[in-house]
């Protein structure tokens, strides 16, 4: 059992910058793979990016791919996000998520535990 906790999410002007950090419980962190989706207003959840138990490899929606990085540390049970060059379009609720493989996946289904949330708003 892994039970997820988001934090970090706010308001911010694009352009700007937001760092969303995941803090999880459980023994076994470091063989779970982590993930962060995101969901709009009136949209169905979306892959974000992904990462394997390791940190080694990573995987992004092209929709943030070189704004976005996903870290993690095993030691503190934590996964980020760091969320750099901000668009309007970025607003969602982020949610992380735990996979139980050990690659990075990027469907909701391969998930087997997930945070509350948290919210991210971009002004224009």
């Known amino acids: 059992q892994v039970q997820l906790v988001e934090s970090g999410g706010g308001l911010v002007q694009a352009g700007g910058s937001l760092r969303l950090s995941c803090a999880a419980s459980?023994?076994?962190?470091?063989?779970?793979?982590m993930g962060w989706f995101r969901q709009a207003p009136g949209k169905e959840r979306e892959f974000v990016a992904a990462?394997?138990?390791?940190?080694?490899?990573?995987y992004y929606a092209d929709s943030v791919k070189g704004r976005f990085t996903i870290s993690r540390d095993n030691a503190k049970n934590t996964v980020d996000l760091q969320m750099n060059s901000l668009k309007p379009e970025d607003t969602a609720v982020y949610y992380c998520?735990?996979?139980?493989?050990?690659?990075?996946?990027?469907?909701?289904?391969?998930?087997?535990?997930w945070g509350q949330g948290t919210q991210v708003t971009v002004s224009s």
């Open positions: 459980g023994r076994t962190f470091s063989s779970y793979a």
């Open positions: 998520a735990a996979s139980t493989t050990v690659v990075p996946r990027i469907m909701e289904y391969d998930y087997d535990y």
């Open positions: 990462i394997s138990w390791s940190g080694k490899n990573t």
